[in-house]
Nanobody, 111 residues
Framework: QVLLVESGGGLVQAGGSLRLSCAAPRIIFRFSVMNWYRQAPGKERELVAS???????NYADSAKGRFTISRDDAKDTVYLQMNSLKPEDTARYYC?????WGQGTQVTVSS
């Protein structure tokens, strides 16, 4: 059973922006660290950004300065705002908390 539902992926040109969303059941979302991972073809899944229940954030070096993770507790949703996208950001992006994963949303950045 998929409990996390991602949306917002798509095809964008280099330099463009996308905002990913991940909706979760309240019982999972509240008081949980929420993570965004990504996996490109032939590569391992990597952590992109995390946000704690009180809003503390962490980013992979590749995401710093370009991506912003945020959460809306009223909507039980976590977001990933991605700016200045690069072709190397092309991957399937997954929402995660504890042992729960979404099905992912594809982000493709053309050069």
């Amino acid at each position: 059973q998929v409990l996390l539902v991602e949306s917002g992926g798509g095809l964008v040109q280099a330099g463009g922006s996308l905002r990913l969303s991940c909706a979760a059941p309240r019982i999972i979302f509240r008081f949980s660290v929420m993570n965004w991972y990504r996996q490109a073809p032939g590569k391992e899944r990597e952590l992109v950004a995390s946000i704690s229940a009180i809003g503390s954030t962490n980013y992979a070096d590749s995401a710093k300065g370009r991506f912003t993770i945020s959460r809306d507790d009223a909507k039980d949703t976590v977001y990933l705002q991605m700016n200045s996208l690069k072709p190397e950001d092309t991957a399937r992006y997954y929402c995660n908390t504890n042992n729960n994963w979404g099905q992912g949303t594809q982000v493709t950045v053309s050069s």
